[in-house]
């Protein structure tokens, strides 16, 4: 039964970090570009950031960009999101998609195939 289970999310301060991980199980992700979601309480999902099948590409949402990190580990078939410098505004349900490809082709809904059940970050002091 495939499974992608993020873990990670928590309570912390501004200025703070936090480092997500996404676990997946039933499918190898090797063959796939990965993508990190938010949603916020009221607002519409939005893309973070997106990793290639190999690792060798990234994109990052300009909203993050120089302050998170995304990276992967095939052989643990996991993925990560490494979170630095986090605001107030970063608060929000973060969820992993498998894409349909090797490569990030941007962050519509129709380019992932399978979903996580999402882990709640809260910045907050």
């Known amino acids: 039964q495939l499974q992608l289970v993020e873990s990670g999310g928590g309570l912390v301060q501004p200025g703070g970090s936090l480092r997500l991980s996404c676990a997946a199980s039933g499918i190898t992700l090797d063959a796939y570009a990965i993508g990190w979601f938010r949603q916020a309480p009221g607002k519409e999902r939005e893309g973070v950031s997106c990793i290639s099948s190999s690792g060798g590409i990234t994109n990052y949402a300009a909203s993050v960009s120089g302050r998170f990190t995304i990276s992967r580990d095939n052989a643990k078939n996991t993925v990560y999101l490494q979170m630095n410098s986090l605001k107030p505004e970063d608060t929000a349900i973060y969820y992993c998609?498998?894409?349909?490809?090797?490569?990030?082709?941007?962050?519509?809904?129709?380019?992932?195939?399978?979903w996580g059940q999402g882990t709640q970050v809260t910045v907050s002091s």
């Open positions: 998609a498998v894409g349909r490809g090797y490569y990030c082709s941007g962050y519509g809904a129709h380019l992932y195939l399978y």
